[in-house]
């Protein structure tokens, strides 16, 4: 295969593939007094809101969008030079990289020349929507004329996609995602508990006793501050609370997951109703997420295998399978003129 890499630019995460090594680390980075690169990927993450003033800590893709294409830039190239260990590579250099279906040509053309303006020299770029990649990442045989429905529930978008043919035919992305949850958890314990937590207790504890449907009451421990007294302490938190507070934003992806239900062609549902809904993506992992889309559409709902890697995997399923070659393209093929 050379050296060929898959690129998976999501908003928490950041995935790179090359043959058989995937990295899968935060998308963050770490700048400290405006310009030096501090840390990047998992180190920056454990800096997240505990640094100084002078050090700032961020993520460079909203609502999986680019949105800071410097620091990006310098992710793309931090993240590449750890891949190889930091060995230089000579040699032709191919990219794959999986773009969101449901952005403006604008936010899509961003993705490209992310890699065409970084300092590793590529011989060619070729873009896959990005529920193709996830679809084949699951398995899944994409060229055939069979409906197939994903949902990769990420970290600030769910994307919600039926294909066939190696195509898209009908797509939705929404803005609620991983954080959205981590918000109003947030928010409930302060309410029942006078206690305030940050977003990585929050995302701690919907990971420990999050569910997506009501079940028997357990408790994790939340360690935050106390609204009233204001000093720190640790709090038992039940998961009736958690449940009561993702119920909502689990609704409205749910909604989503109708309406494009609704608006598929009949012949494409029946394969869906054949198959099943295949559902991606970080978020996907929340407790119980698999009963609640069932006892919601009546389908049976398949969770991909390693949900939050599947797109990264399909990337490279798209360069080791020769049927694939079809669903990568150039921008010059179809975003813009």
Do not use: W
């Not at 995460?13 to 998308?27: A, G, H, V």
């Not at 993705?111 to 996830?134: G, R, T």
């Amino acid at each position: 295969m050379g050296n060929v890499y898959g690129i998976d630019i999501g908003t928490s995460n950041f995935k790179m593939c090359s043959q058989d090594k995937i990295l899968n680390e935060k998308n963050m980075i770490a700048i400290a007094n405006g310009r030096e690169l501090l840390a990047f990927g998992d180190d920056a993450y454990d800096m997240y809101e505990k640094a100084p003033e002078n050090i700032s800590v961020s993520y460079p893709v909203k609502f999986g969008v680019i949105a800071d294409i410097e620091n990006m830039q310098t992710l793309l190239m931090s993240f590449y030079n750890k891949i190889n260990d930091n060995k230089k590579l000579t040699g032709n250099i191919d990219f794959y990289v999986a773009v969101p279906t449901d952005v403006t040509e604008v936010e899509k053309r961003a993705f490209y020349e992310l890699v065409v303006d970084s300092k590793v020299k590529a011989k060619n770029i070729y873009i896959v929507d990005k529920p193709v990649a996830d679809a084949i990442g699951a398995g899944l045989d994409v060229t055939k004329s069979k409906g197939i429905m994903i949902v990769n529930v990420g970290a600030e978008t769910t994307e919600i996609s039926v294909l066939s043919l190696g195509g898209i035919v009908i797509s939705k992305s929404i803005k609620i995602g991983g954080n959205k949850l981590d918000e109003v958890i947030i928010s409930a314990i302060r309410k029942a508990y006078n206690l305030v937590i940050g977003t990585k207790t929050a995302e701690g504890i919907k990971k420990e006793i999050g569910s997506a449907v009501k079940t028997d009451e357990s408790f994790a421990q939340g360690f935050g501050r106390n609204v009233l007294s204001g000093l720190p302490v640790s709090v038992d938190i039940s998961s009736d609370v958690v449940y009561q507070a993702i119920v909502d934003p689990l609704h409205a992806i749910m909604d989503a997951i109708k309406m494009i239900l609704e608006r598929t062609p009949p012949e494409l549902a029946a394969d869906i109703i054949k198959n099943g809904i295949y559902v991606s993506g970080g978020t996907s992992q929340i407790g119980n997420m698999e009963k609640f889309i069932t006892q919601e559409t009546n389908l049976k709902v398949n969770i991909v295998e390693n949900p939050s890697e599947s797109v990264v995997r399909g990337l490279m399923g798209v360069v080791s399978n020769p049927d694939f070659a079809g669903v990568a393209y150039t921008p010059q093929d179809r975003i813009y003129d």
